[in-house]
């Protein structure tokens, strides 16, 4: 996975799948991005961006009914933004 070296969040989904949300790019934070596991980590079989701008930090939750919550800065150093989504919307084209 490409990071321009920043903290991500990492949050198990269920008993076989983990997400993963960072800035997907090499130089820049930017592109936040979630991807998803189903081999503990080994591969990411889907990643779609949340976010294209300036971002940081990012930090990641699975409620009981398992809506996803990723909390990440936008823009970077200077406001939190709250996204969420399904595992469903990760994985359409």
């Given amino acids: 996975m490409i990071d ?3 903290a991500g ?3 198990r989904y269920d008993a076989s799948t983990i997400l993963f949300t ?3 790019n090499t130089s820049t934070r930017t592109n936040m991005t979630i991807r998803m596991s189903n081999d503990d980590a080994s591969t990411w079989y889907k990643s779609k961006e949340i976010y294209a701008g300036t971002n940081g930090y990012s ?3 699975v409620a009981p009914d398992k809506t996803i919550f990723v909390l990440y800065e936008k823009p970077a150093g200077s406001k939190i933004a709250l996204a969420r989504m399904s595992k ?3 994985e359409a084209p």
């Fill in 59 to 61: 930090d990641i939750g």
């Fill in 4 to 6: 321009p070296i920043v």
């Fill in 22 to 24: 960072n800035p997907a």
């Fill in 88 to 90: 469903a919307w990760i």
């Fill in 9 to 11: 969040g990492i949050q």
